[in-house]
C-alpha cells in the first residue's frame, strides 16, 4: 500500500513562505491518485486545505489559503509539493498529506493513505 513521507515545515515570521512535499516511498505510483492537503491547529478540527487530480490540471483551495497556496505534482519524483507564500498566523498547524484513487479534484472525499504530518508555525 502507498506510503506517504512528508517533508519541509518549520518556523516562519508572518509572510514568509515554505513549501511542503509528500513522497510516495513504498515504490506506488501516485499517478492515478488525488492528492489532498490537510491541517489542524490546535483546538480545531482538521479542515481540507486543498486538493489536486492526478493531471495536476484541476485544484481546489479553501477560501482562506486561496491565491496564497499552491499545489503541484512532479509524477516523475512521485511527489506533491504545498508552496505556501505570505503565511499568516492562522496558517499554524499540523499539515497532512492523503492520497485516494481517484483522478478528480474532489472536496471532502474520504481519503484512504496520509503522511505523518508535518509542523507549521507561523510567528514572529
Known amino acids: 500500500q502507498l506510503q506517504l513521507v512528508q517533508s519541509g515545515g518549520g518556523l516562519v515570521q508572518p509572510g514568509g513562505s515554505l513549501r511542503l512535499s509528500c513522497t510516495e516511498t513504498?515504490?506506488?505510483?501516485?499517478?492515478?491518485?488525488?492528492i489532498g492537503w490537510f491541517r489542524q491547529a490546535p483546538g480545531k478540527e482538521r479542515e481540507e486545505v486543498s486538493c489536486l487530480s492526478t493531471s495536476g490540471s484541476s485544484t481546489n483551495y479553501i477560501d482562506s489559503v486561496e491565491g496564497r497556496f499552491t499545489l503541484s505534482r512532479d509524477n516523475a519524483k512521485n511527489t506533491v509539493y504545498l508552496q505556501m507564500n505570505s503565511l499568516k498566523p492562522e496558517d499554524t498547524a499540523v499539515y497532512y498529506c492523503?492520497?485516494?484513487?481517484?483522478?478528480?479534484?474532489?472536496?471532502?472525499?474520504?481519503?484512504?493513505?496520509w503522511g505523518q504530518g508535518t509542523q507549521v508555525t507561523v510567528s514572529s
Open positions: 513504498s515504490g506506488f505510483s501516485l499517478d492515478d491518485y488525488q
Open positions: 492523503a492520497a485516494v484513487l481517484f483522478r478528480l479534484c474532489i472536496p471532502d472525499i474520504p481519503y484512504d493513505y
